[in-house]
């Protein structure tokens, strides 16, 4: 059996790995170096490998027929599984109906091809557990596949994990969306909405309410996510397919060494954000594909005064041959950035919808504030984008109303082919927050219809850009 990396090789390491996991790493000199720390994180991720013992949730009662809970079943053979020093818990053909599943260390959860996890639509097949929440600590709903604390975890194979989020079941919760009201909405009717619990929730961090005093749940309405580790080491997520998400799907946050790969992410509900690395360190994330209802991959670190009160960033990631299809953003930072970002890498990812609104996104505001720096692109092909290949925005949400800096700098972007996009760029800083250094090298952008827009912006370099077939020397 292999053994897996732990904290203590990436901190305690020599060279430019373990200088980046203490964040001492000065800035690149040069695009090439850059991109040789982006080689030293895929070298030291590690996924966590397993012994060789099968746990098959039918010998602990578990039955494929759609309709028979299987929750304590399947958290018997887990139990089983860590008891004796870890191995895979099997989820054979056949479709498995479940509550909440809680995993544990030196565990594989593993879905072959033909069987489906379908998980039950009750609020109440969801405990109550320490989790995070559009970037804000609470007790809350546990999220559909959860581990707090562990180490050497994984959910593997080609099965499918169905949440059966739709216009009836969790995403009513978000109240109005997708610009209409046709999701099982109903103006005037007095539906129940997350909307109290959330601006509650706001508060709460605001004032340092203590996390494990911020209960939530019954009545609150605050969707879980589908996929959370919480302050776990050494993650695998691979090969399965996620459908209809409640909320976020995959949600690392305050993880350490987490791989995602082959993953197929589908929904198109509110806030079914594809991926949200949240204050990770160490992250790869390989040949997944993304159909979403937000953002395929954001990039997060927390809200406001939770997202400062933890100051954890996320660092040290790498996105590679990646698909993005609809979805608000392609590879996104933000907006729950207040603990910062810094060392996201994105290379060879294809994206193309006119569902999609950016292929790159940075979005900030004064209320979160945060400092994210060294954003590395290239090779990304685009089809098609519906608003901008490019936006970094600070007018978000609140906008300049705050009393934080948004600091965002260094983004190169080399090799990008954009087929249709409205505009280039869309880079707006604020007066006292300018956007600082961005680089677009032999990028080429076709059927741009509307000029760029750049305000608060500082130093935009063009190095062989082409614009509408024109060679161009300047956006705006």
């Known amino acids: 059996m292999r053994t897996s990396m732990n904290r203590r090789t990436f901190v305690a390491g020599t060279g430019a790995v373990a200088l980046m996991a203490s964040g001492k790493v000065p800035a690149a000199t040069s695009s090439e170096e850059a991109w040789e720390r982006a080689a030293d994180i895929a070298r030291n991720i590690r996924p966590p490998t397993f012994p060789d013992r099968i746990f098959d949730i039918t010998k602990f009662g578990a039955v494929p027929d759609g309709a028979t809970s299987n929750t304590a079943a399947i958290a018997k053979a887990i139990e089983a599984c860590a008891a004796a020093g870890g191995g895979r818990v099997l989820v054979p053909a056949g479709t498995f109906f479940t509550g909440a599943i809680h995993l544990k260390s030196n565990v594989e959860l593993h879905v072959v091809a033909g069987a489906t996890l379908r998980f039950d639509t009750n609020p109440a097949s969801y405990p109550l557990v320490f989790t995070r929440w559009e970037g804000m600590e609470l007790m809350n709903y546990s999220p559909l ?187 996104v930072v933000g907006s729950q950035i207040s603990g910062g970002a810094r060392w996201v890498f994105a290379e060879q990812c294809h994206m193309d919808s006119p569902d999609l609104w950016y292929a790159i996104r940075f979005k900030n505001n004064a209320l979160r504030g945060g400092l994210l720096e060294n954003f590395y692109y290239r090779d990304i092909d685009v089809g098609q984008v519906g608003r901008a290949a490019i936006t970094c925005d600070f007018n978000y949400e609140e906008g300049a109303n705050g009393a934080f800096t948004p600091r965002l700098r260094n983004i190169v972007v080399e090799r990008m082919r954009v087929a249709k996009a409205g505009r280039v760029l869309d880079s707006q800083g604020l007066p006292k927050a300018p956007v600082d250094d961005i680089t677009l090298k032999d990028c080429e952008f076709n059927e741009v219809t509307q000029p760029s827009i750049v305000k608060y912006t500082r130093s935009v370099r063009l190095e062989g850009v082409r614009v509408n077939g024109a060679l161009v020397k300047s956006l705006g």
């Open 145 to 331: 596949i959860y581990a707090f604390e562990q180490k050497n975890i994984a959910i593997t194979g080609k099965g499918i994990l169905d949440a059966q989020g739709s216009a009836k079941n969790w995403w009513p919760w978000k109240g109005r969306w997708g610009g209409t009201v046709d999701h099982g909405w109903v103006e005037g009717k007095g539906l129940p909405t997350q909307l109290k619990a959330r601006t509650e929730l706001f508060n709460m961090t605001e004032a340092g309410v203590p996390p494990e005093k911020r209960v939530f749940g019954e009545g609150g309405y605050l969707r879980p996510p589908f996929i959370q580790p919480y302050r776990c080491e050494n993650v695998l997520i691979e090969g399965v397919r996620l459908r209809n998400s409640p909320f976020w799907n995959i949600h690392p946050v305050l993880c350490r060494n987490v791989t995602v790969r082959g993953v197929d992410v589908f929904g198109h509900g509110p806030n079914n954000d594809g991926m949200d690395p949240e204050s990770v360190d160490h992250m790869l994330v390989e040949d997944c594909s993304f159909d979403t209802g937000d953002d395929c991959i954001a990039v997060n670190s927390g809200r406001n005064a939770d997202g400062r009160r933890l100051n954890v960033p996320s660092q040290n990631i790498l996105i590679r041959n990646c698909r993005m299809k609809a979805g608000h953003g392609g590879v």
